[in-house]
């Protein structure tokens, strides 16, 4: 019906909102995801997803309410607008979280996930964070390990343990500093992964 405008996503994620059931969310999540996936906009549906995925019974009595626009006090080591701007920070603070819970899921939880995103990352490491965040300008080109994870801990704010990140024993900071032609296929291919998930935060604002 041509005189009949599609229907925007905006219009889909606030429905998913008012929702009660936990299916009734999950069934329009599917469909805002679907339509991400046939128009090639995965990565960019990355923050609506999640936006839709917190609204499920069970996030919204765990979830505080944080404004995205409310001031937060983000380390020194974090560049311009990452730091400075309270809606930028505050979706770095989320992707931050997000990388910390895929990497950390529970294997029994990742055997039965239906989601790729449910899936434990066991191969991604901080040290392929911080290449992604240094390359890609979100921290310093020059951060240390040490910057770095206390950067982690403080936006993680207690989920690891003090000095746990710059001491890490899985990864190897050496990556960090590689030339692109240097890395592995393997390295490569994560830090592409973990690039996807900052994409939200690197795209310019349309």
């Known amino acids: 019906m041509p005189s009949i405008k599609e229907i925007p996503v905006r219009f889909v994620v606030e429905r998913a909102k008012a929702q009660d059931s936990a299916e009734a969310v999950m069934t329009l999540r599917s469909l805002v995801a679907d339509w991400y996936e046939e128009n090639h906009y995965t990565l960019e549906g990355y923050e609506t997803l999640r936006e839709i995925e917190d609204c499920l019974p069970e996030r919204r009595k765990k979830a505080k309410t944080v ?9 020194g080591c974090i560049l311009g607008r990452f730091r400075t701007n309270a ?3 505050n979706l770095l603070i989320k ?5 910390h819970r895929r990497m950390n899921i529970p294997m029994e939880e990742s055997r039965k ?3 790729p995103e449910d899936v434990r990352q066991t191969s991604w490491t901080w040290p392929h964070v911080m290449r992604v965040m240094a390359r890609s300008g979100i921290v310093k080109e ?3 390990k040490a910057e770095f994870g206390a950067m982690i801990e403080q936006i993680l ?3 690891v343990k003090p000095n746990s990140i710059r001491r890490v024993t899985h990864g190897d900071y050496n990556i960090v500093k590689l030339y692109d032609y240097d890395l592995s296929k ?6 592409n992964e973990i690039l996807g ?5 690197l795209m310019p604002k349309i």
């Open 67 to 75: 404004s995205m626009t409310e001031p937060v006090i983000m380390p």
């Open 87 to 89: 809606e930028s920070a």
């Open 95 to 99: 992707i931050i979280h997000e990388i």
């Open 113 to 115: 996930a239906k989601r």
């Open 142 to 144: 020059d951060i240390t």
């Open 157 to 159: 704010d207690g989920k």
């Open 186 to 191: 393997g390295d490569s291919d994560i830090c």
């Open 197 to 201: 998930l900052f994409m939200p935060l």
